[in-house]
Each structure stands twice: as structure tokens, then as C-alpha cells.
């Protein structure tokens, strides 16, 4: 994989691959809250597939919101050490070989993603577009639930990262100007 951020693209051909990422954590405050797992999708536009699929928990001591996202922190206290920074690393290699990230409600995100000492660095070189606002969706609601239902995707598993993730990209998949909504978006925040 290289991990030479790659020119920002000037045509819709050029934006080759987006990273589809999703954080579970302990509560709405990054300088407060640990975040607890990390789903990311990689997704190769002009082929239309997946390259890469997976997440991780993350090492905390607490989830006061685990009645939400369903992480036991019995979990997170076992992570072991060597393997987390591998993880992230390998988080920092797809955000190195993708074009941009996408996020539902990508400020939230990105605000636990650049709190990471491991992951700051990178993420502050790479735009994001956010879901609820950077593409026009034909929904009741811009909730992830709301959207998944309108679009008529299975929102079954929600709240865990990497579930999150194939909502989501299953979500755009269904936008019948998915492509052409994505190099918009991506213009306007070059």
C-alpha cells in the first residue's frame, strides 16, 4: 500500500478511493471521552468494490453509553497494547491511500479521530465529507435510521463502527447520482 498522500483530484476519474469510517466512543466530549472502536471501509469508486473492510476496539476504562453502542469495557480493558498501535497504523495507511474520508455526521469523527495521538497527523491532511450535510439525500430525516429506512437498507446492528460503515455505504450505493454527488461534494471543500 503506499503511504504517499496522493494529489487532490481535479476530475471525477481522479478520485480513486474514499474511506468510509465510523467511531463508537464514550460520550460526545473528544477531550473528555475515550473513543472505543474504529470501522472504516475502503471503497474504490470507478471499480465499485470494497478493498478493505474491518474495525477494532480500542483500549479504555470506561463506556458510559454502553447501553447505546452495546461495547463491553471488559473488552476494551483487554486490548493489548502492540496491537492496538497496529491498528492504527493500519488506520493510518488507508487514510494515507484514500482521496478523502466519509463520515455520517464527519465533525463528530473527525473531532475523536484528531484527538488520537497516533492519528491526528494524518487525518489533518485528508478532507472529509460528512453524509448529513455535504449530499442531498430523498429523506424524512438525515439520521443514519432515517436515511437507511428510506433507502430501504437493513439498519439491523446499527451503532457499532463497522456496521455503521456498510449502512452507510450501502446508503450511497442507492443514490442514483452517487458519483456525481461525490465530486460535488468534493469540489466544495477543496
Partial sequence: MNTERKPLAESKSEIENILI?????????????????IGVIQYNVPTQSVLFKGAGLLYAEFNPVAHINNIDIESCKKINPVLQETFLGLINLLLADSDIVIAHNAPFDRKFIEANEFLRERSLHIKWLCTKSNFYWNSSGLKLRDIARDYGVDYEGAHRALADCEILLQCLQKLPDFHEQLYNAYQRVL
Fill in 21 to 37: 469510517l465510523d467511531t463508537e466512543t464514550g460520550g460526545l466530549d473528544s477531550r473528555l471521552h475515550s473513543l472505543l472502536e
